[in-house]
Antibody, heavy 121, light 110 residues
Framework: EAQLVESGGGLVQPGGSLRLSCAAP????????IHWVRQASGKGLEWVGR??????????VYAVSVKGRFTISRDDSENTAYLQMNSLKADDTAVYYC????????????WGQGTMVTVSS | QSALTQPASVSGSPGQSITISCTGT?????????VSWYQQHPGKAPKLMIY???NRPSGVSNRFSGSKSGNTASLTISGLQAEDEADYFC??????????FGGGTKLTVL
């Protein structure tokens, strides 16, 4: 069964950095665009950004709220994507999910279980 | 990019039908047919319910349907069941290549 598995969450101080991982056992990762979505406690979903597949030159786009601080990367040989988060703020505290779109399918059909990031001193 | 607008809450009795609206702009919902809907139960990851405005993934009940008119998309759930009680989020592709979610709607089955 296709699935995504996030890891790397934890407690970090304001201004600090953290790198999240998104592993994809069970399906052809390289054909997929990988998205990161976050959800603060009791709040709605917020799209963070995405990196396209190799066929679209690994293009990356980001939400305004994280642009310049967050970077998405991927290693198709390891079936893993990453979210590098720098200059973290309290407002970045959330559960972070990775998800995917692929080929001409533009909806998020597979989601990970999420990993919690807490930014606090 | 501002969040799409959804009602904070809707409710209905078992067997009834409800509709959740999702209002955007000509730069997102009005610009394409890549509107999708997600169901989220407490403590769980979102689950895709509708894609490309009105298509159901395999395994999703035909009680769920979607539509769009102009800058507003809608999710209709017919024959409400207790298990439908959850949060629902819409999402749209935007003309700038990003994605935007709605604020979410809490569905209560009375």
């Amino acid at each position: 069964e296709a699935q995504l598995v996030e890891s790397g969450g934890g407690l970090v101080q304001p201004g600090g950095s953290l790198r999240l991982s998104c592993a994809a056992p069970g399906f052809i990762f390289s054909d997929s665009a990988i998205h990161w979505v976050r959800q603060a406690s009791g709040k709605g979903l917020e799209w963070v950004g995405r990196m396209s597949a190799k066929a679209k030159n690994y293009a990356a786009v980001y939400a305004v709220s994280v642009k310049g601080r967050f970077t998405i990367s991927r290693d198709d040989s390891e079936n893993t994507a990453y979210l590098q988060m720098n200059s973290l703020k309290a407002d970045d505290t959330a559960v972070y999910y990775c998800s995917r779109t692929h080929s001409n399918f533009h909806a998020f059909d597979i989601w990970g279980q999420g990993t919690m990031v807490t930014v606090s001193s | 990019q501002s969040a799409l607008t959804q009602p904070a809450s809707v409710s209905g009795s078992p067997g009834q039908s409800i509709t959740i609206s999702c209002t955007g702009t000509s730069s997102d919902i009005g610009a394409n047919n890549y509107v999708s809907w997600y169901q989220q139960h407490p403590g769980k990851a979102p689950k895709l319910m509708i894609y490309d405005v009105n298509n159901r993934p395999s395994g999703v009940s035909n009680r769920f349907s979607g539509s769009k008119s102009g800058n507003t998309a809608s999710l209709t759930i017919s024959g409400l069941q207790a298990e439908d009680e959850a949060d629902y989020f819409c999402n749209s592709f935007t003309s700038s290549g990003t994605r935007v979610f709605g604020g979410g709607t809490k569905l209560t089955v009375l």
